[in-house]
């Protein structure tokens, strides 16, 4: 299982509109079922480094309020 933080940007504007932007705050995680590794190993292949074909289900969660937007930045956060 891997578990990550990561921060989203998002632009929206067109024409006629005005353009804004932000950076979002989420969470990660995935799991990998990696399905032929006796194969690869049966054949004197490389697996070091996670080589060779996984089956995975990856899972984001993207919080909806922005840590920096074009409106400034949430203090709430930072205090």
């Known amino acids: 299982m891997n578990l990550e933080a990561f921060l989203g940007f998002a632009l929206n504007g067109g024409i006629d ?3 804004r932007f932000g950076l979002y705050p989420g969470l990660e995680a995935d799991v990998r079922q990696y399905v032929n ?3 690869r190993l049966n054949k004197g292949k490389n697996i070091s ?3 060779g074909n996984y089956i ?3 899972n ?3 919080l ?3 840590i920096i ?3 400034g ?3 709430g956060l930072f205090l």
Do not use: H
Request: charged share 20%.
């Open 17 to 19: 509109r005005e353009t």
């Open 37 to 39: 590794f006796n194969r």
């Open 60 to 62: 984001q969660l993207q």
């Open 73 to 75: 930045i949430r203090l």
């Open 64 to 66: 909806g309020t922005p």
């Open 49 to 51: 480094g996670n080589s």
């Open 69 to 71: 937007s074009d409106l």
């Open 56 to 58: 995975a289900f990856l």
